[in-house]
């Protein structure tokens, strides 16, 4: 699976129960390494880091175009 798609580029989110917090990283941008307790904050965070990490990187990237893959692993237990 690639990292960069017709929308951009792909950032993946997984939750870390133990933590309490998702966590962001993307094999397309080197350093996004993202925590935050709320999806609502964990996408703010990534809009935010995301210029200065491309700009660094001196990739071709649009900052704006972006795809969230989320994951969570659930375990259920029958009542």
Known sequence: M?????????VNASWDAEAGVWLATS???PGLAIEAETWPSLI????F?????????RLDLD???FTVRAESHVSLTAA
Do not use: W
């Open 2 to 10: 690639t990292d960069v798609t017709p929308h951009g580029f792909v």
């Open 27 to 29: 094999d397309a941008v």
């Open 44 to 47: 703010e965070e990534i809009g």
């Open 49 to 57: 880091v995301l210029p200065d990490l491309i700009e660094l990187n």
């Open 63 to 65: 900052p704006k175009a």
